[in-house]
Protein backbone atom coordinates (compact mmCIF):
# COMPACT_ATOMS: atom_id res chain seq x y z
CA UNK A 1 0.00 0.00 0.00
CA UNK A 2 2.65 1.90 1.19
CA UNK A 3 5.06 0.92 -1.61
CA UNK A 4 6.60 3.65 -3.90
CA UNK A 5 8.72 3.46 -7.48
CA UNK A 6 12.06 5.16 -7.95
CA UNK A 7 11.56 7.07 -11.14
CA UNK A 8 13.37 9.30 -13.29
CA UNK A 9 12.10 13.07 -14.35
CA UNK A 10 11.93 13.23 -18.01
CA UNK A 11 9.78 16.23 -18.83
CA UNK A 12 8.16 19.02 -16.73
CA UNK A 13 4.93 20.51 -17.46
CA UNK A 14 4.95 23.53 -15.12
CA UNK A 15 1.69 24.79 -16.15
CA UNK A 16 -0.45 22.08 -15.12
CA UNK A 17 2.33 20.81 -12.61
CA UNK A 18 2.48 17.38 -13.83
CA UNK A 19 5.98 15.56 -14.42
CA UNK A 20 6.65 13.00 -16.82
CA UNK A 21 8.83 9.93 -15.30
CA UNK A 22 10.52 7.25 -16.67
CA UNK A 23 10.36 3.83 -14.39
CA UNK A 24 12.75 1.18 -15.96
CA UNK A 25 11.22 2.08 -19.67
CA UNK A 26 7.85 2.70 -18.72
CA UNK A 27 6.58 6.44 -19.09
CA UNK A 28 3.97 8.31 -17.51
CA UNK A 29 2.72 11.27 -15.95
CA UNK A 30 3.00 12.27 -12.33
CA UNK A 31 1.02 15.15 -10.41
CA UNK A 32 3.72 17.55 -9.10
CA UNK A 33 1.63 18.68 -6.35
CA UNK A 34 3.14 17.69 -3.42
CA UNK A 35 6.72 18.85 -4.64
CA UNK A 36 7.47 22.63 -4.35
CA UNK A 37 8.46 23.83 -8.09
CA UNK A 38 11.79 24.93 -7.87
CA UNK A 39 12.35 21.51 -6.13
CA UNK A 40 12.50 19.06 -8.76
CA UNK A 41 13.85 19.24 -12.47
CA UNK A 42 14.63 17.02 -15.55
CA UNK A 43 17.13 14.85 -14.69
CA UNK A 44 16.14 13.97 -11.18
CA UNK A 45 15.31 10.72 -9.49
CA UNK A 46 11.93 10.82 -7.37
CA UNK A 47 9.80 8.69 -5.43
CA UNK A 48 6.50 7.57 -7.21
CA UNK A 49 3.23 6.57 -5.34
CA UNK A 50 -0.34 7.01 -6.68
CA UNK A 51 -0.14 9.03 -9.38
CA UNK A 52 1.99 11.71 -7.45
CA UNK A 53 5.72 12.56 -7.04
CA UNK A 54 6.50 12.49 -3.20
CA UNK A 55 9.84 13.24 -2.95
CA UNK A 56 13.75 14.04 -4.55
CA UNK A 57 15.59 11.10 -4.11
CA UNK A 58 19.21 12.48 -2.98
CA UNK A 59 21.76 11.01 -5.50
CA UNK A 60 24.25 11.97 -3.17
CA UNK A 61 23.23 10.14 -0.46
CA UNK A 62 22.28 7.26 -2.50
CA UNK A 63 25.37 6.64 -3.68
CA UNK A 64 27.24 6.89 -0.61
CA UNK A 65 25.04 3.92 0.63
CA UNK A 66 26.42 2.07 -2.35
CA UNK A 67 30.00 3.01 -1.78
CA UNK A 68 29.44 1.96 1.82
CA UNK A 69 28.09 -1.59 0.35
CA UNK A 70 30.82 -1.96 -1.68
CA UNK A 71 33.08 -1.64 1.17
CA UNK A 72 31.74 -4.08 3.50
CA UNK A 73 31.64 -6.70 0.51
CA UNK A 74 35.36 -6.03 0.46
CA UNK A 75 35.91 -6.05 4.14
CA UNK A 76 33.67 -9.42 4.08
CA UNK A 77 35.65 -11.13 0.97
CA UNK A 78 38.88 -10.49 2.91
CA UNK A 79 37.75 -11.87 6.05
CA UNK A 80 36.63 -14.70 4.38
CA UNK A 81 39.89 -14.82 2.61
CA UNK A 82 41.79 -14.94 5.98
CA UNK A 83 39.67 -17.59 7.51
CA UNK A 84 40.30 -19.53 4.60
CA UNK A 85 44.08 -18.91 5.00
CA UNK A 86 43.80 -19.65 8.82
CA UNK A 87 42.09 -23.05 8.07
CA UNK A 88 44.24 -24.32 5.49
CA UNK A 89 47.02 -23.77 7.50
CA UNK A 90 45.36 -25.80 10.46
CA UNK A 91 44.61 -28.44 7.93
CA UNK A 92 48.36 -28.60 6.71
CA UNK A 93 49.28 -29.08 10.37
CA UNK A 94 47.76 -31.81 11.09
CA UNK A 95 48.54 -33.66 8.10
CA UNK A 96 52.61 -32.78 8.60
CA UNK A 97 51.98 -33.82 12.52
CA UNK A 98 50.05 -37.00 10.86
CA UNK A 99 53.66 -37.80 8.81
CA UNK A 100 55.86 -36.55 11.46
CA UNK A 101 53.95 -38.33 14.40
CA UNK A 102 54.23 -35.57 16.91
CA UNK A 103 52.24 -32.44 18.11
CA UNK A 104 53.80 -28.96 16.22
CA UNK A 105 53.09 -26.03 18.74
CA UNK A 106 49.92 -24.43 17.86
CA UNK A 107 50.36 -21.08 16.80
CA UNK A 108 48.13 -18.40 17.79
CA UNK A 109 44.80 -16.94 16.37
CA UNK B 1 30.31 7.28 -11.06
CA UNK B 2 27.09 9.27 -11.54
CA UNK B 3 23.74 7.11 -10.49
CA UNK B 4 21.41 5.27 -12.66
CA UNK B 5 17.84 4.24 -12.40
CA UNK B 6 18.64 0.43 -11.82
CA UNK B 7 21.31 1.18 -9.58
CA UNK B 8 18.40 2.02 -7.22
CA UNK B 9 16.59 -1.44 -7.83
CA UNK B 10 19.34 -3.63 -7.87
CA UNK B 11 22.26 -2.48 -5.83
CA UNK B 12 19.50 -2.52 -2.77
CA UNK B 13 18.44 -5.91 -3.32
CA UNK B 14 22.02 -7.58 -4.23
CA UNK B 15 22.23 -10.55 -3.09
CA UNK B 16 26.12 -10.28 -2.09
CA UNK B 17 25.13 -7.28 -0.08
CA UNK B 18 22.54 -8.75 1.94
CA UNK B 19 24.86 -12.00 2.93
CA UNK B 20 27.96 -9.72 3.68
CA UNK B 21 25.22 -7.76 6.25
CA UNK B 22 23.85 -11.09 7.23
CA UNK B 23 27.47 -11.71 8.83
CA UNK B 24 28.07 -8.51 10.41
CA UNK B 25 24.73 -9.48 12.14
CA UNK B 26 25.62 -12.58 13.18
CA UNK B 27 28.71 -11.78 14.70
CA UNK B 28 27.40 -8.40 16.23
CA UNK B 29 24.62 -10.48 18.07
CA UNK B 30 27.21 -12.53 19.85
CA UNK B 31 27.52 -9.53 22.20
CA UNK B 32 24.10 -8.52 22.63
CA UNK B 33 23.10 -8.27 26.49
CA UNK B 34 19.87 -10.16 25.46
CA UNK B 35 18.07 -11.46 22.49
CA UNK B 36 15.95 -8.81 21.11
CA UNK B 37 12.29 -8.71 19.37
CA UNK B 38 12.21 -6.31 16.68
CA UNK B 39 8.05 -4.85 15.33
CA UNK B 40 8.70 -3.96 11.76
CA UNK B 41 5.43 -1.29 12.03
CA UNK B 42 5.09 -1.22 8.31
CA UNK B 43 3.49 -4.09 5.82
CA UNK B 44 5.79 -3.36 3.24
CA UNK B 45 8.24 -4.64 5.66
CA UNK B 46 6.79 -7.22 6.24
CA UNK B 47 6.78 -8.12 3.05
CA UNK B 48 9.98 -7.70 2.02
CA UNK B 49 11.23 -9.61 4.93
CA UNK B 50 9.45 -12.59 3.64
CA UNK B 51 9.88 -12.48 0.14
CA UNK B 52 13.72 -12.03 0.38
CA UNK B 53 13.77 -14.66 3.47
CA UNK B 54 15.55 -12.38 6.29
CA UNK B 55 14.49 -14.57 8.95
CA UNK B 56 16.51 -17.25 8.02
CA UNK B 57 19.54 -15.24 7.60
CA UNK B 58 19.26 -13.81 11.13
CA UNK B 59 20.85 -15.24 14.02
CA UNK B 60 18.45 -17.18 16.69
CA UNK B 61 18.24 -14.29 19.26
CA UNK B 62 16.81 -11.74 16.48
CA UNK B 63 13.56 -12.11 16.39
CA UNK B 64 10.83 -10.00 13.93
CA UNK B 65 7.31 -9.31 15.61
CA UNK B 66 5.32 -8.44 12.68
CA UNK B 67 3.04 -5.16 13.25
CA UNK B 68 0.03 -3.87 12.59
CA UNK B 69 0.85 -1.36 9.49
CA UNK B 70 -0.95 -2.56 6.61
CA UNK B 71 -4.01 -0.24 6.08
CA UNK B 72 -6.18 -2.62 4.46
CA UNK B 73 -5.90 -4.84 6.97
CA UNK B 74 -6.73 -2.97 9.67
CA UNK B 75 -9.54 -1.62 7.93
CA UNK B 76 -12.71 -2.71 10.47
CA UNK B 77 -15.69 -4.33 8.95
CA UNK B 78 -18.24 -1.62 10.00
CA UNK B 79 -16.00 0.89 7.34
CA UNK B 80 -16.36 -1.47 5.02
CA UNK B 81 -19.92 -1.49 5.14
CA UNK B 82 -20.15 1.52 4.72
CA UNK B 83 -18.54 1.52 1.48
CA UNK B 84 -20.83 -1.26 0.45
CA UNK B 85 -23.87 1.00 1.16
CA UNK B 86 -22.40 3.73 -0.35
CA UNK B 87 -22.06 2.11 -3.45
CA UNK B 88 -25.71 0.87 -3.48
CA UNK B 89 -26.75 4.24 -3.74
CA UNK B 90 -28.57 5.64 -6.36
CA UNK B 91 -26.46 7.76 -8.51
CA UNK B 92 -23.05 6.70 -6.63
CA UNK B 93 -20.03 5.66 -8.25
CA UNK B 94 -17.85 4.63 -5.34
CA UNK B 95 -14.14 4.92 -6.40
CA UNK B 96 -11.18 3.33 -4.13
CA UNK B 97 -7.66 2.45 -4.35
CA UNK B 98 -7.24 -1.48 -5.98
CA UNK B 99 -6.05 -2.76 -2.79
CA UNK B 100 -9.31 -2.65 -1.34
CA UNK B 101 -11.26 -4.99 -3.79
CA UNK B 102 -11.23 -7.81 -1.80
CA UNK B 103 -11.62 -6.93 1.71
CA UNK B 104 -14.41 -8.51 3.12
CA UNK B 105 -17.01 -6.77 5.05
CA UNK B 106 -20.18 -8.36 6.54
CA UNK B 107 -21.86 -8.16 3.76
CA UNK B 108 -19.20 -9.29 1.19
CA UNK B 109 -16.44 -7.33 -0.23
CA UNK B 110 -16.60 -4.56 -2.94
CA UNK B 111 -16.02 -6.61 -5.82
CA UNK B 112 -19.07 -8.64 -4.49
CA UNK B 113 -20.90 -5.34 -4.55
CA UNK B 114 -20.04 -4.80 -8.16
CA UNK B 115 -20.94 -7.92 -9.52
CA UNK B 116 -24.33 -7.24 -7.95
CA UNK B 117 -24.55 -4.19 -9.72
CA UNK B 118 -23.06 -1.62 -7.87
CA UNK B 119 -20.93 1.02 -9.92
CA UNK B 120 -17.36 0.31 -7.74
CA UNK B 121 -14.14 1.62 -9.84
CA UNK B 122 -11.01 0.86 -8.25
CA UNK B 123 -8.06 3.46 -9.50
CA UNK B 124 -4.31 3.71 -9.24
CA UNK B 125 -4.30 7.69 -8.71
CA UNK B 126 -7.20 9.43 -6.53
CA UNK B 127 -6.87 11.98 -9.25
CA UNK B 128 -8.63 9.43 -11.50
CA UNK B 129 -12.05 10.90 -9.67
CA UNK B 130 -11.59 13.80 -11.93
CA UNK B 131 -11.88 12.40 -14.96
CA UNK B 132 -14.83 10.03 -13.93
CA UNK B 133 -16.56 13.16 -12.41
CA UNK B 134 -16.33 14.86 -15.50
CA UNK B 135 -17.70 11.83 -17.70
CA UNK B 136 -20.50 11.20 -15.35
CA UNK B 137 -22.06 14.95 -14.24
CA UNK B 138 -25.28 13.27 -13.05
CA UNK B 139 -23.65 10.90 -10.79
CA UNK B 140 -22.08 11.60 -7.54
CA UNK B 141 -18.77 10.36 -7.19
CA UNK B 142 -17.86 9.19 -3.69
CA UNK B 143 -13.92 8.84 -2.56
CA UNK B 144 -13.65 6.07 0.01
CA UNK B 145 -10.15 6.67 0.96
CA UNK B 146 -7.49 4.91 2.91
CA UNK B 147 -3.79 4.83 3.94
CA UNK B 148 -1.69 5.84 6.26
CA UNK B 149 -0.01 9.28 5.94
CA UNK B 150 1.90 7.80 2.81
CA UNK B 151 -1.30 8.86 1.53
CA UNK B 152 -3.40 10.95 3.12
CA UNK B 153 -2.18 14.07 1.34
CA UNK B 154 -3.46 12.59 -1.95
CA UNK B 155 -6.37 12.72 -1.16
CA UNK B 156 -5.86 16.02 0.38
CA UNK B 157 -4.90 16.93 -2.78
CA UNK B 158 -7.71 15.82 -4.92
CA UNK B 159 -10.32 17.98 -2.24
CA UNK B 160 -8.01 21.32 -3.25
CA UNK B 161 -8.15 20.27 -6.80
CA UNK B 162 -12.21 19.63 -6.62
CA UNK B 163 -12.92 23.16 -4.38
CA UNK B 164 -10.45 25.00 -7.11
CA UNK B 165 -11.86 23.59 -10.17
CA UNK B 166 -15.68 24.07 -8.20
CA UNK B 167 -16.48 20.60 -8.61
CA UNK B 168 -19.62 19.62 -7.61
CA UNK B 169 -19.76 16.26 -7.43
CA UNK B 170 -16.53 14.90 -5.70
CA UNK B 171 -17.13 13.30 -1.92
CA UNK B 172 -15.39 11.91 0.44
CA UNK B 173 -15.51 8.68 2.89
CA UNK B 174 -11.82 9.17 5.07
CA UNK B 175 -10.19 5.99 6.58
CA UNK B 176 -6.55 7.72 6.92
CA UNK B 177 -4.82 6.51 9.76
CA UNK B 178 -1.40 7.69 11.18
CA UNK B 179 1.27 5.56 12.28
CA UNK B 180 3.09 6.59 15.58
CA UNK B 181 -0.25 6.56 17.61
CA UNK B 182 -1.05 2.61 16.76
CA UNK B 183 2.75 2.38 18.21
CA UNK B 184 2.45 4.60 21.14
CA UNK B 185 -1.01 1.93 21.97
CA UNK B 186 0.98 -1.25 21.56
CA UNK B 187 3.72 -0.40 24.15
CA UNK B 188 1.93 2.10 26.43
CA UNK B 189 1.66 0.23 29.59
CA UNK B 190 -1.01 2.97 30.89
CA UNK B 191 -3.46 1.87 28.60
CA UNK B 192 -6.16 0.11 29.77
CA UNK B 193 -6.22 -3.11 27.50
CA UNK B 194 -2.22 -3.75 28.69
CA UNK B 195 -2.89 -7.24 29.82
CA UNK B 196 -3.96 -8.22 26.17
CA UNK B 197 -1.02 -6.64 24.46
CA UNK B 198 2.56 -7.19 23.64
CA UNK B 199 5.17 -5.60 25.62
CA UNK B 200 8.02 -8.11 23.95
CA UNK B 201 8.31 -5.18 21.40
CA UNK B 202 12.36 -4.38 21.99
CA UNK B 203 12.79 -1.81 18.82
CA UNK B 204 10.88 -0.49 15.85
CA UNK B 205 11.97 -0.59 12.05
CA UNK B 206 10.24 2.17 11.35
CA UNK B 207 7.93 2.70 8.04
CA UNK B 208 9.78 4.27 5.11
CA UNK B 209 6.99 6.35 2.49
CA UNK B 210 4.91 7.23 5.91
CA UNK B 211 8.57 8.83 7.28
CA UNK B 212 8.75 10.47 3.30
CA UNK B 213 5.56 12.19 4.66
CA UNK B 214 6.04 13.26 7.93
CA UNK B 215 9.37 12.89 8.80
CA UNK B 216 11.29 11.16 11.10
CA UNK B 217 10.46 13.50 13.68
CA UNK B 218 7.18 11.79 14.48
CA UNK B 219 9.08 8.27 16.49
CA UNK B 220 11.30 10.78 18.53
CA UNK B 221 9.17 10.09 21.66
CA UNK B 222 9.88 6.09 21.23
CA UNK B 223 13.74 6.47 22.50
CA UNK B 224 12.83 9.02 24.35
CA UNK B 225 10.03 8.65 26.62
CA UNK B 226 9.68 4.41 26.00
CA UNK B 227 13.21 2.94 26.00
CA UNK B 228 12.57 1.79 22.38
CA UNK B 229 15.07 2.29 19.50
CA UNK B 230 13.70 3.45 16.01
CA UNK B 231 15.66 2.82 12.86
CA UNK B 232 13.51 4.38 9.99
CA UNK B 233 14.41 1.62 6.82
CA UNK B 234 13.77 1.24 3.30
CA UNK B 235 11.62 -1.09 1.61
CA UNK B 236 14.50 -2.73 -0.19
CA UNK B 237 16.09 -5.78 1.49
CA UNK B 238 19.40 -4.14 1.53
CA UNK B 239 17.71 -1.60 3.66
CA UNK B 240 16.40 -3.92 5.88
CA UNK B 241 19.27 -5.53 6.80
CA UNK B 242 21.37 -2.18 7.11
CA UNK B 243 18.81 -0.93 9.39
CA UNK B 244 18.87 -4.60 11.64
CA UNK B 245 22.57 -4.17 11.84
CA UNK B 246 22.17 -0.36 12.82
CA UNK B 247 19.61 -1.77 15.72
CA UNK B 248 21.94 -4.67 16.57
CA UNK B 249 24.70 -2.01 17.10
CA UNK B 250 22.72 0.53 19.30
CA UNK B 251 22.33 -2.74 21.41
CA UNK B 252 25.89 -3.48 21.80
CA UNK B 253 27.08 -0.03 22.25
CA UNK B 254 23.96 0.56 25.41
CA UNK B 255 22.23 3.73 22.83
CA UNK B 256 18.77 3.90 22.27
CA UNK B 257 17.96 6.70 19.47
CA UNK B 258 15.86 7.43 16.28
CA UNK B 259 18.09 6.99 13.39
CA UNK B 260 17.84 7.02 9.87
CA UNK B 261 18.73 3.80 7.00
CA UNK B 262 16.90 5.21 4.85
CA UNK B 263 18.50 8.77 4.37
CA UNK B 264 18.20 8.70 0.33
CA UNK B 265 14.60 10.11 0.82
CA UNK B 266 14.02 10.56 4.69
CA UNK B 267 14.20 13.83 6.45
CA UNK B 268 13.50 15.05 9.84
CA UNK B 269 10.97 17.27 9.32
CA UNK B 270 9.55 15.15 6.04
CA UNK B 271 7.50 16.92 3.36
CA UNK B 272 6.70 20.02 4.07
CA UNK B 273 4.03 20.81 1.82
CA UNK B 274 1.94 17.64 1.57
CA UNK B 275 2.03 18.68 5.79
CA UNK B 276 0.63 21.90 4.92
CA UNK B 277 -2.12 19.88 2.67
CA UNK B 278 -3.21 17.37 5.48
CA UNK B 279 -3.31 20.00 8.07
CA UNK B 280 -5.60 22.57 5.54
CA UNK B 281 -8.71 19.53 4.98
CA UNK B 282 -7.87 16.95 7.96
CA UNK B 283 -8.17 16.65 11.20
CA UNK B 284 -7.63 14.29 14.15
CA UNK B 285 -11.02 12.01 14.71
CA UNK B 286 -11.53 11.20 18.48
CA UNK B 287 -11.10 7.71 18.17
CA UNK B 288 -10.81 5.01 15.14
CA UNK B 289 -11.11 1.46 15.60
CA UNK B 290 -8.90 -0.68 14.19
CA UNK B 291 -9.80 -4.22 13.04
CA UNK B 292 -8.11 -6.71 15.73
CA UNK B 293 -6.91 -3.79 18.28
CA UNK B 294 -10.30 -1.67 18.59
CA UNK B 295 -10.96 1.97 19.26
CA UNK B 296 -7.52 3.94 19.40
CA UNK B 297 -7.70 7.15 19.96
CA UNK B 298 -6.69 10.16 17.63
CA UNK B 299 -5.36 7.65 15.34
CA UNK B 300 -7.46 8.32 12.51
CA UNK B 301 -8.23 11.74 10.02
CA UNK B 302 -11.63 13.05 9.02
CA UNK B 303 -12.63 15.84 7.09
CA UNK B 304 -12.71 19.63 9.10
CA UNK B 305 -15.93 20.54 9.72
CA UNK B 306 -16.15 23.39 7.42
CA UNK B 307 -15.22 20.88 4.38
CA UNK B 308 -18.90 18.64 5.53
CA UNK B 309 -20.03 19.55 2.52
CA UNK B 310 -17.87 17.13 0.71
CA UNK B 311 -18.32 14.42 3.83
CA UNK B 312 -20.06 11.61 2.17
CA UNK B 313 -20.39 9.97 6.04
CA UNK B 314 -22.04 13.48 7.08
CA UNK B 315 -24.26 13.50 4.06
CA UNK B 316 -25.39 9.78 3.88
CA UNK B 317 -25.57 9.46 7.55
CA UNK B 318 -29.01 8.31 7.66
CA UNK B 319 -28.08 5.28 5.55
CA UNK B 320 -25.08 4.36 7.03
CA UNK B 321 -24.66 1.44 9.59
CA UNK B 322 -24.28 1.83 13.33
CA UNK B 323 -23.08 -0.89 15.46
CA UNK B 324 -19.93 -3.02 16.03
CA UNK B 325 -19.17 -6.23 13.95
CA UNK B 326 -17.73 -9.09 15.76
CA UNK B 327 -14.56 -10.22 13.54
CA UNK B 328 -14.98 -14.40 12.62
CA UNK B 329 -14.29 -16.60 15.96
CA UNK B 330 -12.06 -18.31 14.91
CA UNK B 331 -9.54 -15.87 12.99
CA UNK B 332 -6.52 -14.73 15.18
CA UNK B 333 -5.77 -11.50 13.17
CA UNK B 334 -5.84 -9.12 16.15
CA UNK B 335 -3.37 -11.07 17.97
CA UNK B 336 -1.08 -10.87 14.53
CA UNK B 337 -1.69 -7.62 14.33
CA UNK B 338 -0.49 -7.12 18.06
CA UNK B 339 2.23 -9.32 17.29
CA UNK B 340 0.86 -11.74 19.75
CA UNK B 341 0.68 -14.39 17.04
CA UNK B 342 2.34 -15.74 13.80
CA UNK B 343 0.03 -16.35 11.45
CA UNK B 344 0.85 -20.26 10.86
CA UNK B 345 -0.55 -20.55 14.65
CA UNK B 346 -4.25 -19.87 13.47
CA UNK B 347 -6.47 -22.80 12.30
CA UNK B 348 -7.89 -20.98 9.88
CA UNK B 349 -3.97 -20.49 8.12
CA UNK B 350 -4.42 -22.13 4.54
CA UNK B 351 -6.93 -24.04 5.08
CA UNK B 352 -10.59 -21.79 5.79
CA UNK B 353 -8.34 -18.39 4.98
CA UNK B 354 -6.34 -18.13 1.74
CA UNK B 355 -5.43 -15.35 0.01
CA UNK B 356 -8.37 -16.20 -3.07
CA UNK B 357 -10.92 -16.66 0.01
CA UNK B 358 -9.58 -14.40 3.04
CA UNK B 359 -11.08 -14.37 6.13
CA UNK B 360 -9.29 -12.24 8.26
CA UNK B 361 -7.51 -8.81 6.95
CA UNK B 362 -4.00 -10.39 7.74
CA UNK B 363 -4.65 -12.81 4.51
CA UNK B 364 -6.37 -9.61 1.89
CA UNK B 365 -3.64 -7.82 1.36
CA UNK B 366 -0.15 -9.07 0.04
CA UNK B 367 0.97 -6.82 2.75
CA UNK B 368 -0.59 -8.35 5.16
CA UNK B 369 1.50 -10.70 7.29
CA UNK B 370 -0.68 -14.05 6.86
CA UNK B 371 -0.56 -13.46 3.30
CA UNK B 372 3.02 -12.93 2.89
CA UNK B 373 3.64 -16.25 5.10
CA UNK B 374 0.82 -18.04 2.96
CA UNK B 375 3.14 -16.62 0.04
CA UNK B 376 6.59 -17.09 1.45
CA UNK B 377 6.80 -19.38 4.38
CA UNK B 378 7.05 -22.34 3.27
CA UNK B 379 11.32 -21.21 3.52
CA UNK B 380 10.28 -20.90 7.31
Same mark, same amino acid.
Given at each position: ????I???V ?6 N ?15 L ?5 E ?7 V ?6 V ?16 R ?6 N?E ?29 V | ????? #? ?5 F ?17 K ?7 I ?13 Y ?5 L ?17 ? #? ?14 V ?25 A ?8 M ?9 P?AK ?7 F ?6 T ?5 ? $?I????K?? %? %? ?10 M?EL ?7 V ?11 GP ?7 G ?5 ? %? ?7 ? $? $? ?15 ? #???I?G????? $? ?8 D ?6 E ?10 L? #? ?5 N ?5 M????E?K?Y ?17 H ?9 RG ?8 ? %? ?9 I ?21
Amino acid at each position: MCLSIPSKVVKIDKENAIATVDTMGVQRNASLDLVSEEEIKVGDYVLLHIGFVMNKIDEADALDSLELYREIIAAMNEEDRQEAILEAEEVNGEAREAALGYECPKRSV | MGLEL #KNLYDDFRDADTIKAYAKIIKKDAKLLPHAINIMEVCGGHTHTIMKYGILQLLPSNIKFIHGPGCPVCIMP #KERIDHAYVLAEQEDVILVTLGDMIKVPGSRGSLQGARSKGADVRFVYSPMECLKIAKENPHAKIIFFAIGFETTTPMTAALLDA $VIKQNIKNI %F %FHINHVTVPEVMRELIDSRDIHVDSYNNKIDAFLGPSHVSVISGSKIYEE %FPRDYNRPV $V $VSGFEPVDVMQAISMIV #KQFIEGRCSLE $VEYKRVVTYDGNVKAQELINKYFEKTDLF #KWRGLGNIPKSGMKLKPEFKEYDAEIIYKDVLPLGEIEDHKLCICGDILRGMANPPECTL %FGTACKPTSPIGSCMVSSEGACAAYYKYGNLV
